[in-house]
């Protein structure tokens, strides 16, 4: 009887608690980001007109982020940020890249009112990252292949950045539970990698993020 007594009054009680967690304001979020990135290169190849040439608009990306209140509109939040890209350049020897980006991101996020609507977003910060893969690739007379690193210009073992990044967006659907906001993006490159010698050190695009209060 005891242990029935008991296993009840403590499933009241979790039942109590979490209800007095669920009615108190949210002050933690999980974000999860769909990125779409497109990067530019610094000079076009005159192997533009080959098949498999890469020019993509976007490439995908996605980054977890956790985020805690600072003040009524604002919060702090970091992260991890993963990257792929691919681009088509003409320096050198090579023709085309890929490349595997990882980061940390530190963002500070502002929900602001425009017009009387209170669903514009803007987010600034920093990402300090890591180039993890890359494969450079040249035309031969019908295919693609792999350059090895000796006729790669530049080519040098700095692989670590630094961007700065902002956002504007704005929140399509605001829940109980959380928020989904589609905002386009840009980030400068401050500190590059060696890669940085064939496309610029700015890219943009935009993201698809959704948040999960707490």
Aim: proline share 4%.
């Amino acid at each position: 009887m005891k242990r029935i007594t008991f296993s009840f009054f403590t499933m009241l009680a979790i039942i109590l608690f979490a209800t007095t967690l669920w009615g108190q304001e949210k002050k933690n979020s999980f974000v999860i980001s769909g990125d779409f990135c497109h990067y530019w290169p610094i000079e076009e190849s005159k192997l533009s007109y080959f098949p498999g040439y890469y020019r993509p608009l976007f490439n995908p990306g996605i980054e977890l982020t956790y985020s805690k209140k600072l003040f009524e509109n604002s919060n702090l939040g970091f992260g991890l940020n993963y990257q792929f890209g691919k681009f088509g350049a003409r320096v050198g020897y090579v023709g085309r890249f890929k490349l595997e980006e990882l980061s940390i991101p530190i963002v500070y996020t502002r929900y602001i009112s425009l017009f009387g609507i209170k669903r514009f977003v803007l987010s600034t910060g920093m990402y300090n990252g890591i180039l993890l893969k890359y494969s450079a690739e040249s035309a031969g007379s019908a295919i693609w292949y792999i350059r090895p690193p000796e006729y790669i210009t530049n080519l040098s073992s700095d692989k670590f950045f630094t961007d700065l990044f902002i956002d504007f967006g704005f929140n399509l659907l605001k829940g109980n539970i959380g928020d989904l906001t589609v905002a386009p993006f840009f980030k400068i490159r401050i500190n590059g990698t060696w890669l940085n010698y064939y496309y610029r050190n700015f890219n943009g695009g935009f993201r698809i993020k959704y948040s999960f209060d707490f």
